[in-house]
């Protein structure tokens, strides 16, 4: 149990144009998905807080407008990079928590890798 | 603030022993331990509260010192599949947002 699932798993976009990125959990409902982002060799880093239904909470120094995030269902998350750069360029993985109650565990999907040329 | 994993990076012979240590200046809720193959999302290995635990995991095991905002994650007799990044992620509240160490290359070694 506790899969979740990213679409499409790579991406090369020219730059300016916009990119959607999914991500579901298959197997159980989620009432809170992260968004991160991981450089080469770094940790992750967290983009934003989405919960269903409501706006999602963005870290200090990501751009809302730049990075727009959907949280429609309990099982579906999306990402929208829009007017990409090149420097958008990274891997993005989306982690989601079981509405069940429970220890807090994120479960992650298996990341986007998004190259913008 | 980022917790302090060491050692950044360790390598090891197939049936040694490890440890992981990840230390935090600010009060912790809980502590989370995953993995991450490379090219891979990270995989969840266990979580532990407040209040000072241990746990384990087939060969993993780890504890929580909360007093010292510090845990450790055990490694024993490692196998070639114990290879990746190990993360800690640490909660300083019930809101599950976490914030990572900077992760410890673990390469183990036939």
């Known amino acids: 149990g506790a899969v979740v699932s990213q679409h499409p798993s790579w991406v090369i976009c020219k730059s300016g144009t916009s990119v959607k990125i999914e991500c579901r959990s298959l197997?159980?409902?989620?009432?809170?998905m992260f968004w991160y982002r991981q450089f080469p060799k770094q940790s992750l880093m967290l983009m934003a807080t989405?919960?269903?239904?409501?706006?999602?909470?963005?870290e200090q120094g990501v751009e809302k407008d730049k990075f727009l995030i959907n949280h429609a269902s309990l099982t579906l998350s999306t990402l929208t990079v829009t007017s990409a750069h090149p420097e958008d360029s990274s891997f993005y993985i989306c982690?989601?928590?079981?509405?069940?109650?429970?220890?807090?565990?994120?479960?992650f999907g298996p990341g986007t890798r998004l190259t913008v040329t | 603030q980022q917790p302090v994993q060491s050692p950044q990076a360790v390598i090891l012979r197939e049936g040694e022993d490890a440890v992981i240590n990840c230390s935090s200046s600010?009060?912790?809720?809980?502590v989370h331990w995953y993995r991450q193959k490379h090219g891979e999302a990270p995989v969840f290995l266990m979580i532990?509260?407040?209040g000072g635990e241990q746990k384990g995991h087939e060969k993993i095991s780890a504890s929580f010192n909360e007093k010292k905002q510090q845990s450790s994650l055990y490694l024993t007799a490692s196998q070639l599949s114990y290879s990746g990044t190990y993360f800690c992620?640490?909660?300083?509240?019930?809101?599950?947002?976490?914030?990572w160490g900077a992760g410890t290359k673990l390469i183990i070694k036939p």
């Open positions: 600010k009060a912790l809720y809980s």
């Open positions: 992620g640490t909660e300083q509240s019930s809101n599950y947002q976490l914030i």
């Open positions: 532990l509260l407040k």
């Open positions: 197997d159980f409902q989620a009432t809170t």
């Open positions: 989405s919960n269903e239904g409501s706006k999602a909470t963005y």
């Open positions: 982690s989601a928590r079981s509405i069940r109650e429970g220890m807090g565990e994120q479960y």
